[in-house]
């Protein structure tokens, strides 16, 4: 069973840091890119971040670019974020997504995890 | 950014009911397209991808259209199940944009 299971969350104060972790399971890890993708209470999704498969290539929604690093361990299967100088809009369930696999190079999420909840509050 | 705008932010329908939510975006993302459906408390779950394929294991009653920058979802003969939040959103950019949600409420 394909699986992705993140784990970090926690009740941080503002400026606080924090990782969070997904341990993925059930397909070839290295083969595929990985998100995050956050929700706030009550709100809609955001995408966060991604990585290629191979760890190269990141890329950051504006909203946490230079205080978020996204990395990844293939020998681990597990896929990180690194959240510092946290605000209390980064209040929110992050999700850890993996990407889709198509021949004609359209790109989707299509496994996503269950969510670490994530609290910055003072 | 990509901006992704759904239509209606919400509905009500019966089941049975054909419904027809659409999504528009800011700039062309040719079929660069995927439609979401989420339950509260539930993760969101892929139903469409590149604007009209369907996932494998979603049912044949959701469908999808459209190209460049309109797009739609449609559900046919609405079941129980369906009703949820469903997002859209875009890969065509690398900064990843999803629609603000349309719920889709028993009438």
């Known amino acids: 069973e394909v699986q992705l299971v993140e784990s970090g969350g926690v009740v941080v104060h503002p400026g606080g840091s924090l990782r969070l972790s997904c341990a993925a399971s059930?397909?070839?890890?290295?083969?595929?890119?990985i998100h995050w993708v956050r929700q706030a209470p009550g709100k809609g999704l955001e995408w966060v971040s991604f990585i290629s498969w191979d760890g190269v290539s990141t890329f950051y929604a504006d909203s946490v670019k230079g205080r978020f690093t996204i990395s990844r361990d293939n020998s681990k299967n597990s896929l990180y974020l690194q959240m510092n100088n946290v605000r209390t809009d980064d209040t929110a369930l992050y999700y850890c997504?993996?990407?889709?696999?198509?021949?004609?190079?359209?790109?989707?999420?299509?496994?996503w995890g269950k969510g670490t909840a994530v609290t910055v509050s003072s | 950014d990509i901006q992704m705008t759904q239509s209606p932010s919400s509905l009500s329908a019966s089941v049975g009911d054909r419904v027809t939510i659409t999504c528009r975006a800011s700039?062309?993302?040719?079929?660069?397209l995927n439609w979401y459906q989420q339950k509260p408390g539930k993760a969101p779950n892929l139903l469409i991808y590149?604007?009209?394929s369907l996932q494998s294991g979603v049912p044949s009653r959701f469908s999808g259209s459209g190209s460049g920058t309109d797009f739609t979802l449609t559900i046919t003969s609405l079941q129980p199940e369906d009703f949820a939040t469903y997002y859209c959103q875009q890969s065509f950019s690398t900064s990843i944009t999803f629609g603000q949600g349309t719920r889709l409420e028993i009438k």
């Open positions: 997504v993996k990407d889709g696999d198509d021949s004609r190079g359209y790109y989707y999420m299509d496994v």
């Open positions: 590149a604007a009209s």
């Open positions: 700039q062309s993302v040719s079929s660069y």
């Open positions: 059930g397909f070839t890890f290295n083969d595929y890119t």
